[in-house]
């Protein structure tokens, strides 16, 4: 008799409280892994694992933490070894988006989102992504954007902190090379979700057409297969994929003048 000593895969995914994260998670629990559920609120955490756990066969595991807390990505790790929950695929989907002019927002504000954006998603590669290599297998999903290719006046923080996204992603993904472990860059344009919701409301009268919106069940489908597949940057949209392959094309200059007109509209400036 061959005695299997697990069952099924485990995920974590980070952020899985809301958005791309949350539909992500439920993408996993549909396919039959297991899922640790990872973010600040823990009443909503408490919530999407009841509903996980009730339309389909998985277990899931509540960790409520401020990832962008140094030190937190360990108390993670260590707890869910004492639990004896190996983790086999990683979404670092947590992050924070502030949009406005870099003068007008707080030190706080930038400070967050480096805290969280790389900070907190360099400390959890740190941690969990050692032991895949030891075992010669494993899956990394790190949530991107499309701001991560070109500049983006008004979110110009938050596009760096998905720039170094994306270029830590894409460097991994050839010192993983023949390691069995493979690491993915989903880089969604604007999506629809509560994160989408407030920037609009604290936008000044930002309007986004609709045709640019990406559908967030569409979004984590593509990031799903791309992460199981091993493909180092997904893209989701065709809008997106040729305005990134467009901006790619572009000179730096015009790629700043253009990125200069469309993000000073946004602010309501000329």
Wanted: glycine share 8%; with cysteine.
């Amino acid at each position: 008799l061959i005695i299997l000593a697990k069952i099924m895969d485990t995920v974590l995914v980070t952020g899985a409280s809301s958005g791309i994260g949350e539909t992500l998670a439920q993408k996993f629990s549909q396919r039959g892994y297991n899922v640790v559920i990872v973010a600040r609120s823990t009443d909503k955490l408490t919530a999407l694992a009841q509903k996980l756990e009730s339309t389909s066969s998985s277990k899931v595991t509540v960790e409520t933490a401020d990832l962008s807390r140094s030190g937190a990505a360990k108390k993670l790790a260590t707890k869910l070894k004492k639990l004896n929950i190996e983790i086999d695929i990683l979404v670092n989907c947590a992050g924070v988006l502030e949009h406005g002019s870099f003068v007008d927002m707080t030190p706080a504000m930038h400070k967050g989102m480096a805290d969280l954006n790389i900070g907190g998603l360099t400390e959890m590669l740190s941690y969990f992504l050692p032991p895949m290599i030891e075992r010669g297998n494993g899956r990394i999903l790190n949530v991107a954007s499309i701001a991560a290719f070109q500049p983006v006046p008004s979110l110009a923080t938050y596009a760096a902190t998905k720039a170094y996204v994306l270029s830590l992603t894409e460097s991994l993904s050839e010192e993983l090379a023949n390691t069995g472990v493979t690491i993915t860059a989903l880089c969604p344009g604007i999506t629809a979700t509560n994160m989408l919701a407030t920037v609009e409301e604290n936008g000044a009268g930002l309007s986004i057409p609709s045709f640019i919106i990406g559908d967030v069940d569409d979004v984590a489908e593509q990031g799903y297969n791309a992460c199981l597949k091993g493909d180092v940057i997904c893209i989701p949209g065709t809008v997106n994929l040729a305005a990134t392959l467009s901006g790619r094309a572009t000179p730096k200059w015009l790629l700043r003048k253009v990125s200069g007109i469309m993000g000073r509209y946004t602010l309501g400036k000329k």
